[in-house]
């Protein structure tokens, strides 16, 4: 399973972004799908995750401001953020989890700054 993430960028405080997670390849029995982001010095964590029956699990931090979606017959991800804030700010990866593996894209860089 490939992951092509895009979307990233620079977003002023109280803004709005949307990312994208392509996968390609084998792309059959892709359970879960999501985002992680890492900020400078600090861990990965988790964003948003969502399972092939569309059930999510969000951060608490998250929670109410970011919506991750996906669309199975183009097997894509999406990660819709409102009232982005300046601690958002990370780099951004997709995951997939298909059947024990996980898979990750490539980083994607948001910052929200005035």
């Known amino acids: 399973v490939q992951l092509q993430a895009s979307g990233g960028g620079l977003v002023q405080p109280g803004g709005s972004l949307r990312l994208s997670c392509a996968a390609s390849?084998?792309?059959?029995?892709?359970?879960?799908m999501g985002w992680y982001r890492q900020a400078p010095g600090k861990q990965r964590e988790l964003v948003g995750i969502i399972n092939s029956g569309g059930s999510t699990n969000y951060a608490d931090s998250t929670k109410g401001r970011f919506t991750v979606s996906r669309d199975n017959a183009k097997n894509t991800a999406y990660l819709q953020m409102n009232s982005l804030k300046p601690e958002d700010t990370a780099v951004y990866y997709c995951?997939?989890?298909?059947?024990?593996?996980?898979?990750w894209g490539q980083g994607t860089l948001v910052t929200v700054s005035s």
């Open positions: 390849g084998s792309t059959s029995r892709i359970g879960a």
């Open positions: 995951y997939a989890r298909r059947v024990l593996k996980e898979y």
